[in-house]
């Protein structure tokens, strides 16, 4: 079972490593591979008294590889392994909003804590469509969803003022930033509620120069 909205943004801290994808010499999904590494960093979080959230089918996991049978195969392994023992984000970013519903209702169905969503990535949106593409994907599920702002792969920004509208929005409990530019996430933590919105920096080595100066998370 996924854990509670609450219980999610207390737990959206600490260590977030994003899971390779292994493969096997023939080029399948290396299921065993994955279960070990997966254990391995849930190992980790229990014997080390460590805060670690486990993300898996995001961009370093190759899902733009995998065919979606490969993608859901992915995401029930991690969850499966992991047991409710430490949250599971999970990617479901597929580039239309009904594609993408169909993965974050399989997320929501084999028990992830939250959907990754990345804007599409072919047509860009305007500032409106971003807004009702994330708002129609967080309708769909009752899991909590993480927005990846990613503009290196969806060619789009989302602004502050917009994350900060978006944080509204009950069950959207947190952001992976990658804006590549210190000053823009800064500028999001001072408008967000942290009640409504966890902050993860994507691009520590930028970001982090924001949160220190700024105290944020």
């Known amino acids: 079972m996924s854990m509670t909205l609450d219980e999610l943004k207390k737990r959206l801290k600490g260590i977030v490593p994003v899971q390779l994808c292994p493969y096997t010499k023939e080029g399948e999904v290396d299921i065993e591979g994955l279960k070990e590494n997966t254990k391995f960093l849930v190992d980790f979080a229990e014997k080390g008294n460590k805060d670690v959230v486990i993300m898996t089918n995001g961009s370093t996991t190759e899902f733009y590889a995998n065919t979606i049978e490969e993608q859901k195969k992915v995401i029930k392994t991690v969850v499966d392994t992991v047991a409710g023992r430490i949250p599971v984000v999970t990617g479901v970013s597929q580039p239309a909003a009904r594609r993408t519903i169909e993965m974050a209702k399989y ?7 939250c959907a990754m969503v990345v804007l599409p990535y072919y047509h860009h949106a305007s500032k409106e469509g971003m807004y009702q593409y994330y708002k ?14 990613n503009p290196d792969v969806s060619g789009t920004m989302i602004p502050p003022d ?38 993860i920096n994507g691009l520590g080595e930028v970001e982090y120069v924001a949160s220190a100066a700024y105290g944020n998370r």
Do not use: F, H, Q
Not at 107 to 113: F, R
Not at 136 to 149: D, F, P, R, W
């Open 136 to 149: 129609t994907v967080a309708e769909a599920v009752k899991i909590g969803i993480m927005i990846y702002n």
């Open 107 to 113: 997320a929501e169905e084999v028990g992830a804590d």
């Open 162 to 199: 917009l994350m900060a509208r978006l944080s509204k929005i009950e069950n959207i409990v947190a952001c992976k930033d990658n804006a590549p530019n210190a000053a823009a996430y800064a500028w999001k933590a001072l408008l967000i509620d942290p009640e409504d919105m966890v902050l």
